[in-house]
């Protein structure tokens, strides 16, 4: 019977159970539930549920070689999740994260457009509550802006699967390419969740305004979910390869800059999408072991580096760089995981990040890709700068810290050591990681000109940073906020929008007085509705009237 | 003392990693290291780069801050 029980359905029904749950038992039973998805694991590949509904055939639960790795890591950063919340009694919380971790292990097991459809929004839905229970004004108004453009990218895949069904007369997730109007569409759907060049704002704006535990949950799954959709229809699409080397160079810029370092991760999570990018892009079995490769030690070392700084906010009250400092003397532990953490995404030898992002750059190398070969080197200098050095250094160096604060409780230590270990045992063992890949390649990372060749490239990054400081180069922090690309929807569009609106407020106000007074004998009332308050309604939601509009001409024109 | 505890790991920190890095371009010359593309062949050109890169990145960021950087409560108002 569990054979058939579709991945995460189980966590997601446990999590509408967790209220009935008393308090003790609830993390035990979201753990169990966990657990119990996680059997799935043993099933093998092959199609094991479908359903016939309304004409249309959903494959509600099938698995190969692209869907194992991914569920396997989904689970363990739902488990890393919950273990980091223990001490959390946010029930809203709770029960979001564990109903968003099984629909995005459900998301995984969906062999059609439709039901990847449900599982898409699924995620969409469950994790906006946990970008709301960051609990401040500023998390609830971007979980608003966040569950826009989370249900767009839906509403954009549902357009794309319809379209495909109408001129294919087939729904069930294949290879795609830009060719069709409905590759576009889902191309566009993933491309939202994937934070591609100029649609990624609702990552850095929504991920740093959730609460101490809820960024880790949020870091791990919709990006990677998108990823993993990316690598099943769009292998081999030449235009990935730019996007990602884009979404790899770009975001470094803006991470040197930014004061709050949660939001530092989400640039630097952007740049990380990015190496996994390329590798779908150029579609050879190395490039797509290379993403998902990425894919599985990006999460765990992501999650720890949130994690790290979940520690920090908890105890400190504020993850911005320039309240921060010198916190390695009373959070030890949590600054070596830290450390550890920042050396796996930096890709220091014996560490996860090395092993994987070698598999994208050396298929990179073998097709003799020289341009992006050195954005993609380029950026991994940023990637160390950054996350590398910038983290840990403004959280627990940089400066002596005058009030003392506690070390992080102990379910975070335990939490962060395990990712911490995974994170080196990946490095040290990369043949188990190299098992679980979807194509059986034979590679060798630490060979001894790769392993030379890197550590030149950090340790003289390193130097130069040295440097920087010594010379006071450095860009000091500053209280500040820097502009990304949701600043189109946040300050353009109303920027435009709410004096064109008030604009044709205004006129049909005065068309509505005229009206009113030619019939102002026959129909006195209807001056009512000239009123202005009746504008005040319109304009706040005229984001979404302008997004639907959009979605409505780009409908329009593909049908035309 | 209190006061020294960073900086004193800073120094030391410093002299440790140059003398990784002055190992690490020594051992350019003690093998041939292999590369996808010839020039990176060149000796310590990983670590040319890594400097460079770095250095580009932080100052170009730093400039850009000129045309990104707002108010904190930018969003607010």
Request: charged share 10%; glycine share 8%.
């Amino acid at each position: 019977m569990i054979s058939n029980f579709i991945p995460g359905l189980i966590m997601i029904i446990t999590s509408f159970l967790l209220p009935i749950i008393p308090q003790y038992f609830r993390h035990p039973a979201m753990l169990l539930s966990v657990g119990l998805s996680a059997l799935s694991l043993f099933n093998g590949y092959g199609t094991f549920l479908e359903w016939d509904i309304l004409g249309l055939n959903l494959i509600l639960y099938q698995s190969d070689s692209l869907t194992l790795p991914f569920a396997i890591i989904f689970h363990i950063a739902a488990i890393l999740v919950i273990i980091f919340s223990w001490h959390s009694k946010n029930l809203m919380e709770h029960m979001a994260t564990l109903a968003y971790a099984g629909s995005a292990i459900g998301a995984l097991h969906a062999g059609d457009f439709f039901s990847l459809f449900i599982w898409w929004e699924a995620t969409a839905l469950t994790s906006v509550f946990i970008v709301f229970a960051g609990n401040t004004n500023a998390a609830k108004d971007a979980a608003m802006r966040y569950l826009i453009i989370q249900v767009s990218s839906g509403v954009l895949l549902l357009i794309g699967a319809c379209l495909m069904l109408y001129q294919t007369g087939n729904h069930n997730l294949a290879v795609l390419d830009l060719k069709t109007n409905f590759g576009i569409f889902i191309f566009i759907a993933f491309g939202i969740k994937a934070a591609f060049p100029l649609l990624n704002g609702w990552l850095q704006d929504s991920y740093p305004e959730s609460s101490v535990t809820g960024t880790v949950a949020l870091s791990a799954f919709t990006t990677k979910l998108a990823i993993y959709a990316l690598a099943r229809t769009f292998p081999g699409t030449d235009s990935l390869i730019w996007i990602g080397a884009i979404m790899t160079a770009f975001p470094v810029f803006f991470a040197v800059i930014e004061n709050d370092l949660r939001r530092v991760l989400s640039f630097s999570l952007n740049n990380q999408l990015g190496f996994m990018v390329v590798g779908i892009g150029i579609g050879t079995e190395l490039s797509l072991n290379g993403t998902v490769a990425h894919a599985f030690v990006h999460i765990i070392y992501k999650a720890l580096l949130f994690m790290s700084m979940g520690a920090v906010l908890y105890r400190a009250g504020t993850t911005k760089a320039s309240e921060l400092g010198g916190l390695y003397k009373y959070m030890p532990f949590t600054t070596i995981f830290c450390i550890i953490g920042a050396m796996s995404i930096s890709a220091f030898p014996l560490f996860s990040g090395f092993v994987a992002k070698s598999l994208i750059m050396s298929s990179l190398g073998g097709m003799g890709m020289v341009l992006i070969y050195f954005i993609l080197f380029f950026a991994s200098a940023g990637v160390l700068e950054h996350s590398g050095i910038k983290i840990p250094y403004f959280a627990f160096f940089a400066h002596e810290r005058k009030n003392k604060v506690k070390e992080a409780p102990i379910n975070m230590l335990i939490a962060m050591g395990i990712a911490a270990f995974l994170c080196i045992a990946i490095g040290v063992f990369p043949k188990y990681l190299y098992q679980i890949l979807p194509y059986a390649v034979e590679y060798q990372p630490y060979t001894l000109d790769h392993v030379i060749s890197q550590l030149q490239l950090l340790v003289f990054a390193i130097i130069a940073f040295l440097f920087l400081v010594k010379f006071k180069l450095y860009p000091s922090e500053i209280r500040s906020t820097v502009l990304n690309s949701d600043w189109f929807y946040r300050k353009m569009l109303p920027g435009i929008g709410k004096p064109l609106f008030k604009k044709i407020g205004l006129l049909t106000d005065s068309l509505y007085k005229n009206l009113g007074l030619s019939f102002k004998q026959v129909l006195s009332k209807s001056y009512k509705f000239s009123n202005l308050s009746y504008i005040k309604v319109t304009t706040p939601s005229f984001a979404g009237t302008i997004l639907i509009s959009i979605l409505f001409i780009m409908l329009v024109i593909v049908l035309v | 003392m209190k006061k020294n505890d960073l900086k004193s790991m800073g120094k030391s920190f410093t002299k440790y990693i140059l003398i990784i890095g002055a190992l690490l371009i020594l051992l350019d010359f003690t093998f041939h290291r292999h590369e996808y593309f010839s020039f990176a062949e060149i000796y310590g050109f990983p670590a040319f780069f890594g400097f460079v890169s770095f250095v580009f990145i932080v100052l170009l960021g730093k400039w850009l801050r000129k045309f990104l950087m707002r108010k904190e409560d930018y969003y607010d108002q």
